[in-house]
């Protein structure tokens, strides 16, 4: 049975600094990994979304690697700002086309 | 308005009534999901839907049922509630493609007494 691991589950940092968040899965044999954003009282927003044959996807400020072999991904959030603060989830889609999340890593950035 | 809509969106009620979650979307998906979220745990699958005429049980299918009315309607039913059915639910939709992120509705928060 898949499981998804993120470390740390909560982080607060200072504003501008640059931070990295971390996913791990037991389970290699992936379609893809995505991460999420969630806000309070509201649903999960898709961030990025990088398929098993490739390394990493950018959006912005934000960038996530996959190391599909080690069963590692990141999540880097470059000039971090206080509305980045929210809960970060990381999901894979396993061979049966169904999703496995992480419990999150609850950010805050500081002003 | 929301794309993914779920209502209603906050619930109380009491051990061993029925329940019905509805979700309704207009992004024209084919694919529905229903997930429930508890601290500390994440999202886990209860049941989801590939089309009008398919339906699946996930992880924790247990002491629920879904219904897939049309396309763009997928209800889950509690049929007799119990306490540690307690949680926030979302629905979710997505394209055949695998590949393409699933988009969520704002959740259900569902408070059984």
């Known amino acids: 049975k898949q499981e998804v691991t993120q470390i740390p589950a909560a982080l607060s940092v200072p504003e501008g600094e640059n931070l990295v968040l971390n996913c791990s899965f037991t389970?290699?044999?992936?379609?893809?990994l995505q991460w999420f954003r969630q806000d309070p009282g509201k649903g999960l927003t898709s961030l990025l979304l990088i398929q098993s044959s490739q390394r990493e996807q950018t959006s912005g400020r934000l960038n996530a690697s996959l190391d599909k072999s080690s069963g590692r991904s990141t999540l880097y959030i470059a000039a971090s700002q206080p509305g980045d603060s929210a809960t970060y989830l990381c999901a894979v889609t396993g061979s049966a086309r169904q999703l496995t999340f992480g419990s999150g890593t609850q950010l805050t950035v500081l002003p | 308005d929301a794309d993914v809509t779920q209502t209603p969106r906050n619930r109380i009620t009491k051990t061993g009534k029925r329940i019905m979650l509805e979700c309704s979307q207009t992004?024209?998906?084919?694919?529905m999901y229903w997930y429930r979220q508890d601290p500390g745990l994440g999202l886990r699958l209860i049941y989801y839907?590939?089309?009008?005429?398919?339906?699946n049980k996930g992880e924790i299918s247990d002491g629920y049922s879904v219904s897939r009315q049309a396309q763009a309607k997928f209800s889950l039913s509690l049929e007799s509630a119990i306490p540690n059915q307690t949680a926030l639910y979302f629905c979710?939709?997505?394209?055949?493609?695998?590949?393409?992120?699933?988009?969520f509705g704002d959740g259900t928060r569902l408070s059984i007494l």
């Open positions: 979710a939709t997505s394209v055949t493609d695998s590949n393409q992120p699933q988009h």
């Open positions: 992004k024209g998906h084919d694919r």
């Open positions: 839907s590939f089309d009008v005429k398919d339906i």
């Open positions: 389970d290699s044999a992936i379609y893809n």
